[in-house]
């Protein structure tokens, strides 16, 4: 079970992730340490820790007050962070995130706001392949935006809580005070991308994603798996000097195999055609038919000239239409001019 509350002014997520029916732990409290217990109460869970994937005072804001409530309440909550990233809890953890802070241009008074006790110390160290709380989450070391930032992996359910390491689109930032790009980059190819494809991945800002949008979508990740370079192979001098005169060698192209067609049943197998013997079409049977002089002709005929030997065609001519006589037209009244047959006036 994974529920997550988005609290500080930074939109940070706090996860409250479940393995069994009743436990929880609680990953990263940023911030409205009130709303995270509200929402414990309202899923029906006792939380058992407090896991910090890194000591920025965006991802544990909340810590104190969070502890101190549930202490109130009779529930004790261990707290749990890697080694390197001690210095960000305890006595001169507040004066560590100052730093950071003014690093940013930014004040603590938002985060912690104006009457804020000390931070509390780390009860429990997080390192590679421990197990969280007696969950089914793994720590996985993955230095690079701090020198302790670590990644929570649960194999069996295909989820993992990335921090700041990876998000959505993006990788985490390497500028601040302890960070390392080069380590950042390492973290990544190491451990977080040769996971399953299908693993979720829940950061520390932003949506949730899988390993193999990532790999596929996210141009940092992606440029950062390219720039690994294969180990080069050492070879003996002899085979580097076979391999060198080989390649100046030109190819040569090997002649292409004639394919064997399958003999029918009771028939014999048919050989190769020569290329003499290819199929004529038609008009060059034809033609050559017309070229080859039959053996009962005279010798003398038997060389023609094109054109000879063909039967003239005969046109057949009409006889010419028989003139058709006209007879001569009879006078009528309406053919006769006006006044003719009549006899001249006395």
Known sequence: MVERVVVGPWKTNCYIYSS?????????????????ASRVDVLNMVPVGIALTHGHVDHLAALGKLRDSYAARGYKLPIAINPSDRRFLGTGGRETHREDLEFLGLDEISFFGVDADELPRADVRLKEGDRVFDMDLVVLETPGHTPGSVCLYAEKEGILFSGDTLFFDGVGRSDLPGGSEKKLRESIQKKIAVLPPETRVFPGHGPFTTVEREKRGNVYLKGMIQEVRPVAVQRSPLIAQRLAAAAQ?????????????????????MGKRSPSKRPKTGAQRRSKTAARPSKSAPAARRTRKPGQGKRPVVVKKRPAARPVRK?????????KAPGA?????R
């Open 249 to 269: 060698k030109p190819l040569a192209t090997a002649p292409r195999p004639q394919a064997k067609r399958p003999s029918a049943a009771g028939k014999k197998p």
């Open 327 to 335: 007879k001569p037209a009879q006078a009528t009244r309406s053919t």
């Open 341 to 345: 047959g009549r006899k001249p006036a």
């Open 20 to 36: 069994t029916k009743k436990e929880c732990i609680i990953i990263d409290p940023g911030g409205s340490e009130a709303e995270i």
